[in-house]
Nanobody
Framework: QVQLVESGGGLVQAGGSLRLSCAAS?????MGWFRQAPGKEREFVGG????????TYADSQKGRFTISRNNAKNTVYLQMTTLKPEDTAVYYC??????????????????WGQGTQVTVSS
């Protein structure tokens, strides 16, 4: 069982930045970030392999969001810049033992964090 704990969410004005962290209790997993806004389905934000290769991003986040990881700390980060009100959602990190090149499919993920709220005011 892998425990995932997200942190770093909060309230920010449009145009601002936030960095989310996800601390994992296990090693060797690919990691993904997803988000879910009220009344909407959970959507893929981005993912990164255990080796830290080139991350995959949803098209709407390319250029604004950056995923990185520090395997020594078992932590994955989601740096979000130029935030928009439509980025308001609960953000979840997830862990997978999948080692391919696409991290978009939520069914590939075995473990999920509890989520952290991000609210962007206009």
């Amino acid at each position: 069982q892998v425990q995932l704990v997200e942190s770093g969410g909060g309230l920010v004005q449009a145009g601002g930045s936030l960095r989310l962290s996800c601390a994992a209790s296990g090693r060797g997993y690919g990691m993904g970030w997803f988000r879910q806004a009220p009344g909407k389905e959970r959507e893929f934000v981005g993912g990164i392999s255990w080796s830290g290769g080139t991350p995959t991003y949803a098209d709407s986040q390319k250029g604004r969001f950056t995923i990185s990881r520090n395997n020594a700390k078992n932590t994955v980060y989601l740096q979000m810049t130029t935030l928009k009100p439509e980025d308001t959602a609960v953000y979840y990190c997830a862990a997978t033992d999948y080692s391919g090149t696409s991290y978009r499919d939520p069914s590939r993920y075995t473990y999920w964090g509890q989520g952290t709220q991000v609210t962007v005011s206009s």
